[in-house]
């Protein structure tokens, strides 16, 4: 099992940055594919991004943030990252970090959200034009 805390959502301009962490409890942080998910109000959380489970480091974008986002992962802090820059109005929203074990990059950008196994809190990011 793992727990997952996210930190560093805020306020940014449009075409400004922010950077999200998800700190993850436990010591098989590394048996686990990560990602990022979002929902705006009175939406559907959708898939944003994903890294493997593998040292390989494999990734995987929703289109409508490849580019300007990018997923990272730390596994000596048990935290992974997810960088925006360029960050748009229509990318607000509170952010979700998801643990998936044993699953690829990919696998985990085409799960139903309602499938995935853990999330964290989230945190809201709000870009204003």
């Known amino acids: 099992q793992v727990q997952l805390v996210e930190s560093g959502g805020g306020r940014a301009q449009a075409g400004g940055s922010l950077r999200l962490s998800c700190a993850a409890s436990?010591?098989?942080?590394?048996?686990?594919?990560m990602g990022w998910f979002r929902q705006a109000p009175g939406a559907e959380r959708e898939f944003v991004a994903s890294i493997s489970w593998s040292t390989s480091g494999s990734t995987y974008y929703a289109d409508s943030v490849k580019g300007r986002f990018t997923i990272s992962r730390d596994y000596a802090k048990n935290t992974v990252y997810l960088q925006m820059n360029s960050l748009k109005p229509e990318d607000t929203a509170v952010y979700y970090c998801?643990?998936?074990?044993?699953?690829?990059?990919?696998?985990?950008?085409?799960?139903?959200?309602?499938?995935?196994?853990?999330w964290g809190q989230g945190t809201q990011v709000t870009v204003s034009s």
């Open positions: 436990g010591r098989t942080f590394s048996r686990y594919a």
């Open positions: 998801a643990a998936e074990r044993y699953m690829a990059a990919q696998s985990l950008g085409t799960l139903s959200p309602g499938s995935v196994d853990y």
